[in-house]
Nanobody, 115 residues
Framework: VQLQACGGGLVQAGGSLRLSCAVS????????IGWFRQAPGKEREGVSC????????YYAGSVKGRFTISRDNAKNTVYLQMNSLKPEDTAVYYC?????????WGQGTQVTVSS
């Protein structure tokens, strides 16, 4: 199982970015997948996830209303649309899927929001 995250970059506060996570080695239809982030000096935290069946979603309180997670099962890809970005959103963003009890992580993509 491999996850390839991309789409990060440098953006001004109030701007938007769209992260993508392409998954190979499993059929994404059957698994929940999530986005996490880790800022310098802080622990990794959950940002959002989307489940495998009805597509219900979860958002951390700090991003609710600004971020939207979605999935394209045909492309085996999950997206994180990030709007109204704030400097405190600056972090390395990772996607993760749990498969047969093991967690598989993407390599991370840097998001930097300037004030």
């Amino acid at each position: 199982v491999q996850l390839q995250a991309c789409g990060g970059g440098l953006v001004q506060a109030g701007g938007s970015l769209r992260l993508s996570c392409a998954v190979s080695g499993l059929t994404l239809d059957y698994y929940a997948i999530g986005w996490f982030r880790q800022a310098p000096g802080k622990e990794r935290e959950g940002v959002s996830c989307i489940n495998s069946s009805e597509g219900s979603t979860y958002y951390a309180g700090s991003v609710k209303g600004r971020f939207t997670i979605s999935r394209d099962n045909a492309k085996n890809t999950v997206y994180l649309q990030m709007n109204s970005l704030k400097p405190e959103d600056t972090a390395v963003y990772y996607c993760m899927v749990r498969w047969w009890g093991d967690d598989y992580w993407g390599q991370g993509t840097q998001v930097t929001v300037s004030s």
